[in-house]
């Protein structure tokens, strides 16, 4: 049974970055057929997509948050990173490691999620 977990701060400045990690357990990151993604959610809004990094390590990022989006990976511990600069209030969301099943494009795995409060 595969299961994500994302960890990191609840509370991050405005102007700061944002640093999440998804620590995955019961499969690898470097598997063929995954990517592994961080989504969000605003209070009161949808989901967003925010980006993936797949087995190969190439790594693909939503237009809108492309330029202050990384997301990395640490294969040795099984787990991916997300970071993401300059926030502002706007990006106050739970955010949610998952992953992807590539051939039927789903979302088969998710993270319970973290609550990120960007406030001074």
């Known amino acids: 049974q595969v299961q994500l977990q994302e960890s990191g701060p609840g509370l991050v400045k405005p102007s700061q970055t944002l640093s999440l990690t998804c620590t995955v357990s019961?499969?690898?990151?470097?598997?063929?057929?995954?990517?592994w993604s961080w989504i969000r959610q605003p209070p009161g809004k949808g989901l967003e997509w925010i980006g993936y990094?797949?087995?190969?390590?190439?790594?693909y990022y939503s237009p809108s948050l492309k330029s202050r989006t990384s997301i990395s990976r640490d294969t040795s511990r099984t787990q991916f990173t997300l970071q993401l600069s300059s926030v502002t209030p706007e990006d106050t969301a739970v955010y949610y490691c998952?992953?992807?099943?590539?051939?039927?494009?789903?979302?088969?795995?998710w993270g319970q999620g973290t609550q990120v409060t960007v406030s001074s």
């Open positions: 998952a992953r992807v099943w590539i051939p039927v494009v789903t979302f088969d795995y």
């Open positions: 990094i797949a087995y190969s390590g190439s790594t």
């Open positions: 019961g499969g690898s990151i470097t598997a063929n057929s995954y990517y």
